[in-house]
C-alpha cells in the first residue's frame, strides 16, 4: 500500500505546477476558516498543504474524531494510509487529471478561480471504510503562477446515502469561467471543449423551486416532510420529483444526491 501512496505524492512532487523553491508557510485566518465551513453538509475536516515540501501548515482538530489522526500526527503520508488499495489507484488518476487540468487546461491567473471535487473512501477512527466528499482550492501561488497552498475540506457523506462514483469536476468559483462537471480520469485526453456542449449542469436543468426540493432530499426529507416544510401537498412534491427525474435522466435520490455534490450545487 506505501507504493501507491508513493504513487500519489510523487504526482505533486514531479509536476512543474507545484515547483515551490521558497517556503513561505500560511497563516490561516478566521475568514479562511469560515470559507471552509461554507462547503460541508456533515461531519468534515479541513487542511492547508504546502506544495513546498508537502508538508501541512494547518489542519482542523476533527481530524482526531473522524479519521483517528491527531492534528499533531496529521500529514499526507498518514492520510494516505487511511485509504484502501483501490481507492489509492483511483485517487492516482483524479489527481492525474486535476494536475494536469490546472497546469495545461486553464491559464495560471485562473487557478484560485476553481474548486476540485471528488468522492474518495478512507477508514474513520473506529476502522469504519466511510465515504468522503473533497474539495480543495488554491489559495496562494508563487510569482511564477505555481500552486503553493492549498485548502482541502473532506466530508463524511456516508449517511448521505449516496451512490460514490470515481469521477472528477472543475468548479468555477465565479460566473466568469466554465465549469467541467463528473469527468472520468479513464477517458483521457478528455475533450473538455465537448463537455460544455453534451453535459448539462443539474443547477441548467432545474427550476429553483426543483433545487429547493432537492437539498431537502439531500437531509433525509421524505415527501410529505418536505410537503409541510415548503407549504405545498405531497402530490406536488410527488409530481416535482417525477419532473426532476424526466428532466435529468437521473433515477434514483442516491444518485441525484451524489451528482448534485459534484456539481458543487449544496
Given at each position: 500500500?506505501?507504493?501507491?501512496?508513493?504513487?500519489?505524492?510523487q504526482?505533486?512532487?514531479?509536476?512543474?505546477?507545484?515547483?515551490?523553491?521558497?517556503n513561505?508557510?500560511?497563516?490561516?485566518s478566521?475568514?479562511?476558516?469560515q470559507?471552509a465551513?461554507l462547503?460541508?453538509?456533515?461531519p468534515?475536516?479541513y487542511?492547508?498543504?504546502?506544495?513546498?515540501?508537502?508538508?501541512i501548515d494547518?489542519?482542523?482538530?476533527?481530524t482526531?474524531?473522524l479519521?483517528?489522526?491527531?492534528?499533531?500526527?496529521?500529514?499526507?503520508?498518514?492520510?494516505?494510509?487511511?485509504?484502501?488499495?483501490?481507492?489509492?489507484?483511483?485517487l492516482?488518476?483524479?489527481?492525474?487529471?486535476?494536475?494536469?487540468?490546472?497546469?495545461?487546461?486553464?491559464?495560471k491567473?485562473?487557478?484560485?478561480?476553481?474548486?476540485?471535487?471528488?468522492?474518495?473512501?478512507?477508514?474513520?477512527?473506529?476502522?469504519?471504510?466511510?465515504?468522503?466528499?473533497?474539495?480543495?482550492?488554491?489559495?496562494?501561488?508563487?510569482?511564477?503562477?505555481?500552486?503553493?497552498?492549498?485548502?482541502?475540506?473532506?466530508?463524511?457523506?456516508?449517511d448521505?446515502?449516496?451512490?460514490?462514483?470515481?469521477?472528477?469536476?472543475?468548479?468555477?468559483?465565479?460566473?466568469?469561467?466554465?465549469?467541467?462537471?463528473?469527468?472520468?480520469?479513464?477517458?483521457?485526453?478528455?475533450?473538455?471543449?465537448s463537455?460544455?456542449k453534451?453535459?448539462?449542469?443539474?443547477?441548467?436543468?432545474?427550476s429553483?423551486?426543483e433545487?429547493?426540493?432537492?437539498?431537502?432530499l439531500?437531509?433525509?426529507?421524505?415527501?410529505?416532510?418536505?410537503?409541510?416544510?415548503?407549504?405545498?401537498?405531497?402530490?406536488?412534491?410527488?409530481?416535482?420529483?417525477?419532473?426532476?427525474?424526466?428532466?435529468?435522466?437521473?433515477?434514483?435520490?442516491?444518485?441525484l444526491?451524489?451528482?448534485?455534490?459534484m456539481e458543487?450545487?449544496?
Amino acid at each position: 500500500m506505501k507504493k501507491e501512496a508513493d504513487k500519489v505524492l510523487q504526482i505533486w512532487r514531479d509536476e512543474p505546477v507545484f515547483n515551490i523553491k521558497n517556503n513561505n508557510p500560511y497563516k490561516i485566518s478566521e475568514q479562511v476558516k469560515q470559507f471552509a465551513s461554507l462547503f460541508t453538509l456533515g461531519p468534515f475536516y479541513y487542511f492547508i498543504l504546502n506544495f513546498h515540501d508537502l508538508s501541512i501548515d494547518y489542519v482542523h482538530e476533527t481530524t482526531e474524531s473522524l479519521l483517528g489522526i491527531s492534528p499533531e500526527d496529521f500529514s499526507m503520508e498518514t492520510l494516505l494510509a487511511k485509504l484502501p488499495e483501490e481507492e489509492l489507484v483511483s485517487l492516482q488518476k483524479k489527481e492525474a487529471v486535476a494536475t494536469h487540468f490546472l497546469s495545461t487546461e486553464i491559464d495560471k491567473e485562473e487557478v484560485m478561480d476553481y474548486k476540485v471535487v471528488y468522492f474518495l473512501k478512507a477508514y474513520n477512527a473506529q476502522g469504519d471504510l466511510r465515504t468522503f466528499l473533497h474539495q480543495a482550492t488554491t489559495l496562494t501561488q508563487s510569482e511564477e503562477g505555481n500552486i503553493q497552498h492549498t485548502i482541502g475540506i473532506q466530508m463524511d457523506v456516508t449517511d448521505l446515502k449516496i451512490v460514490k462514483n470515481d469521477l472528477i469536476s472543475f468548479i468555477s468559483l465565479n460566473d466568469k469561467n466554465k465549469s467541467y462537471f463528473n469527468i472520468d480520469p479513464e477517458q483521457l485526453p478528455y475533450d473538455y471543449q465537448s463537455q460544455l456542449k453534451t453535459n448539462s449542469s443539474l443547477k441548467s436543468l432545474l427550476s429553483n423551486r426543483e433545487f429547493e426540493i432537492v437539498k431537502l432530499l439531500s437531509k433525509g426529507l421524505t415527501s410529505k416532510q418536505i410537503g409541510v416544510k415548503l407549504f405545498i401537498s405531497t402530490g406536488t412534491v410527488s409530481t416535482h420529483r417525477k419532473n426532476i427525474r424526466k428532466k435529468t435522466g437521473i433515477k434514483s435520490t442516491a444518485e441525484l444526491i451524489s451528482r448534485s455534490l459534484m456539481e458543487g450545487l449544496f
